[in-house]
T-cell receptor, first 114, second 115 residues
Framework: AQKVTQAQTEISVVEKEDVTLDCVYETRDTTYYLFWYKQPPSGELVFLIRRNSFDEQNEISGRYSWNFQKSTSSFNFTITASQVVDSAVYFCALRERVGNQFYFGTGTSLTVIP | AAGVIQSPRHLIKEKRETATLKCYPIPRHDTVYWYQQGPGQDPQFLISFYEKMQSDKGSIPDRFSAQQFSDYHSELNMSSLELGDSALYFC??????????????FGPGTRLTVL
């Protein structure tokens, strides 16, 4: 079963619009870690944010913000005033307390149209 | 800041050949992970090493093997290559301390094409 679900396969927005990428996860662990990575067309995976399960404080970094809600097992990512350079595939990932592997969602392909 | 280095960046092999992918972690990182990302797919965990010992194993085929050396670099050896092995192979590294260990920093990937 998929531990991380990104229901939005592809999203297209016009430049300067806001966009929210959804991420829903599933785990029985009480301690876990959530991540967002960006994969631009060049292919590398760029780390964006890490959030611990015991820290539900939302975070803002420039045009990026993250909304972590344990009650709904969601960790959504919002880009404000999107730019063409934001076009990429965005992956949400989960790491449980036990084990070393990341469980990735299937990714959301974001296209920002100029 | 230094990042994870992977070599080669691109590799083309014929079916049934062997390939070796190399990964150099971020300095002072002691944990290395390997992932395979097929076209249009999410990265799938293959295997990880902590302090030169295998620490976790995912969906790595028996035809593949890996190890971590004394300088913490890692090599993924792939034998009897199949067309389905064509993918982007990522290496990631992390530091073996509680908390900080949980963030994996990824290399640029090696794109393997099997013809």
């Amino acid at each position: 079963a998929q531990k991380v679900t990104q229901a939005q396969t592809e999203i297209s927005v016009v430049e300067k619009e806001d966009v929210t990428l959804d991420c829903v996860y599933e785990t029985r662990d009480t301690t876990y870690y959530l991540f967002w990575y960006k994969q631009p067309p060049s292919g590398e995976l760029v780390f964006l944010i890490r959030r611990n399960s015991f820290d539900e404080q939302n975070e803002i970094s420039g045009r990026y913000s993250w909304n972590f809600q344990k009650s709904t097992s969601s960790f959504n990512f919002t880009i404000t005033a999107s730019q063409v350079v934001d076009s990429a595939v965005y992956f949400c990932a989960l790491r449980e307390r036990v084990g070393n592997q990341f469980y990735f969602g299937t990714g959301t392909s974001l296209t920002v149209i100029p | 800041a230094a990042g994870v280095i992977q070599s080669p960046r691109h590799l083309i092999k014929e079916k049934r050949e062997t390939a070796t992918l190399k990964c150099y972690p971020i300095p002072r990182h002691d944990t290395v992970y390997w992932y395979q990302q097929g076209p249009g797919q999410d990265p799938q965990f293959l295997i990880s090493f902590y302090e030169k010992m295998q620490s976790d194993k995912g969906s790595i085929p028996d035809r593949f093997s890996a190890q971590q050396f004394s300088d913490y670099h890692s090599e993924l050896n792939m034998s009897s290559l199949e067309l389905g092995d064509s993918a982007l192979y990522f290496c990631a590294s992390s530091k073996g301390l509680a908390g900080a260990r949980d963030t994996q920093y990824f290399g640029p990937g090696t794109r393997l094409t099997v013809l």
